[in-house]
């Protein structure tokens, strides 16, 4: 295809500590055109909590659905999942991110891992 996106990481974790509102780790995107050049929008899809956000990590508090590239180029994305709500249940689920160009889209597939931490004596 036109472009191609892989990540460094096949799963995420996220740990809720307290009922505290969680943010996962960060995995980091390749994307790589091969005979592309122009915008390339990036999305997720899947049933897990909380918001995934692109983001350059450069300045990784602001989060991005696109991204230039130039034929042959490669950028590098983080990708994370914020703000997990504090009540959600320990599980695991699955993330689809997708780069989009003009007429060719790649994908790839990460895990997102939920555990909970909470205090012994709270759960007697």
Avoid: H, M
């Avoid at 996106?5 to 307290?18: F, G, N, P, R, Y």
């Avoid at 899809?45 to 300045?59: K, R």
């Amino acid at each position: 295809g036109a472009i191609s996106i892989s990540s460094d990481k096949i799963s995420l974790l996220a740990t809720i500590v307290e009922g505290l509102s969680a943010n996962s780790d960060k995995a980091t995107l390749t994307i790589t055109s091969n005979d592309y050049s122009g915008n390339v929008s990036l999305s997720s899809s899947g049933g897990c909590p909380g918001s995934a956000t692109f983001s350059v990590s450069s300045v990784s508090s602001v989060s991005i659905d696109s991204v230039l590239i130039d034929r042959g180029e490669s950028k590098y994305i983080d990708f994370r999942v914020k703000n997990i709500p504090g009540n959600t249940s320990a599980q695991q689920c699955a993330i689809t991110v997708t780069a989009s160009a003009a007429s060719d889209g790649s994908s790839s597939s990460i895990t997102l891992k939920i555990e909970t931490i909470t205090s012994g004596w709270e759960e007697f």
